[in-house]
């Protein structure tokens, strides 16, 4: 069995948080919708905010005197690289895709459920 490479589970991880976390899943949902599904400005976005939030932690540790706490941390998290990061903005698209496909199907079997009650109706009467 194939072990994930450091990069395809950051990913997963990454996902796994977000989609059970229900404002950041909104968040990025809305964001996709907003960006109009570009993989390259999601990607930019999610890593933006990544390494912003990841800086923040970083310099809290340095703060309270954890030098070395925050240099693996900014070491091993800081510069993740685009293609990481371009994964999980497909894994958002994807979903996102999936989801207005799903509303879309609904929404047409209804219609025609609705059409053949109506015609159903017609030759009733």
């Known amino acids: 069995m194939n072990q994930p490479t450091a990069r395809q589970q950051f990913a997963a ?27 390259s400005k999601l990607s930019e976005h999610l890593r933006e905010g990544f390494e912003s939030y990841i800086s923040q932690v970083v310099e809290r ?21 685009s293609d990481t990061f371009d994964d999980i903005a497909r894994h958002y698209i994807d979903t996102d895709l999936e989801q207005r496909t799903y509303e879309w199907l609904n929404k047409s ?12 109706e017609s030759v009733g009467n």
């Open 13 to 39: 991880d990454y996902t796994l948080i977000v989609d059970n976390d229900y404002e950041a899943y909104r968040e990025i949902m809305d964001k996709v919708g907003a960006l109009m599904g570009s993989v």
């Open 61 to 81: 540790e340095r703060e309270q005197g954890n030098t070395a706490g925050a240099d693996l941390i900014g070491q091993m998290l800081i510069g993740i690289g």
């Open 109 to 120: 079997v209804r219609t025609i459920n609705d059409i053949a009650k109506e015609q159903a």
